[in-house]
């Protein structure tokens, strides 16, 4: 069995409040405008692989992607904030992750601070320190590549066993727990340099601001200083994420009491099981599951983590009856 959908999609006049003089006695105003478009994919494979007398084993597979694309904004407007994650301590600058909408960009971008770049390397002072910039630029996207189900389900004789896979590929996250970690020096990835310090991995001004003349950087700094000011909670781009994981994501096993046994006991049928959910993940993410999101407040944010408390594995018993 193949189910295929292709869709696109395009929401146009989006609700948007533009921020006008404070001397009207208003901070915005509200307006229509803009649009938005959407594409995307979604599938469905099944197969029954194997179907015999005591052994049988079916599998299927879902698959969706998409991508929504900012076609458009209101005249006279360059860029729009849709929302903001203060992770951090403090907030509406330094500290703080920005939703913002340009034209020709994906809902999901997500901007905060870096560092001075000269040719894709990080910038160090004489001091042996990354040198910040505070600029906004891009962190990444917090929606996925894709995302995939792979479900299982085995019998033979009596017992039957069903397996599900849950696969995200792609996907930005912000961790303050990454951020808070590496300044507190809690982390593994801070043990390195703290005899000899640490050289950061980037370039170095021998030259003037005028006549700079760059080279790769070789000022060891000490590992508090540097990992404090390389974590530093305002720069977000030190903090980021794959939000890549496979999960097992349930695993069940069912074994259905003779028919002969739960006639007697007046039931047409009986099944008794184990359920587990939520039982393995992997992910090259270190210190928390990717699938978290941040409270801010009463809201649910998505592409940052906020210190989240451990995701939980489940065990159960199930007991099915029919009459």
Do not use: C
């Not at 996250?173 to 982390?187: D, E, H, M, Q």
């Not at 000011?229 to 259905?256: H, M, T």
Request: aromatic share 12%; hydrophobic share 35%.
């Amino acid at each position: 069995q193949a189910d295929f959908a292709v869709y696109e999609n395009t929401s146009i006049n989006q609700i948007i409040g533009r921020p006008i003089s404070q001397a009207s006695g208003f901070s915005n105003t509200v307006e229509n405008g803009g649009e938005v478009r959407t594409r995307g994919l979604e599938a469905r494979l099944g197969a029954e692989v194997i179907s015999k007398d005591k052994f049988s084993w079916k599998t299927s597979m879902n698959f969706s992607t998409y991508e929504s694309v900012v076609t458009r904004l209101p005249f006279g407007v360059d860029q729009f904030v849709t929302g903001e994650a203060s992770v951090f301590t403090g907030g509406g600058g330094s500290n703080t992750v920005f939703y913002i909408a340009r034209e020709g960009g994906e809902v999901g971008d997500m901007y905060g601070t870096g560092f001075v770049e000269i040719d894709g390397e990080i910038l160090f002072g004489e001091n042996g320190l990354p040198v910040q910039d505070e600029n906004l630029r891009l962190l990444g996207n917090y929606n996925p590549d894709f995302v995939l189900g792979f479900s299982n389900q085995l019998s033979y004789g009596n017992f039957s066993i069903s397996i599900l896979l849950d696969w995200r590929h792609g996907g930005t996250i912000v961790s303050r727990t990454k951020a808070l970690g590496s300044t507190s020096g809690v982390l593994a990835e801070t043990l390195e340099g703290r005899e000899n310090g640490v050289v950061g991995d980037g370039v170095m001004n021998i030259g003037t601001d005028k006549n700079p003349q760059y080279v790769t950087n070789t000022t060891a700094a000490p590992a508090g200083s540097f990992y404090n000011n390389f974590y530093d909670r305002g720069n977000e781009a030190a903090a980021l994420y794959d939000a890549s994981y496979l999960k097992l994501r349930q695993v069940s096993i069912y074994y259905k009491i003779p028919k002969k046994l739960t006639d007697k006991m007046g039931f047409e049928s009986i099944q008794v099981g184990f359920v587990g959910s939520n039982l393995f993940l992997f992910t090259e993410n270190p210190h928390f599951d990717p699938e978290l999101s941040a409270m801010q407040g009463r809201n649910q944010t998505y592409g940052v983590e906020d210190m989240s408390m451990p995701s939980t594995r489940s065990y159960g018993f199930s007991l099915k009856t029919s009459f």
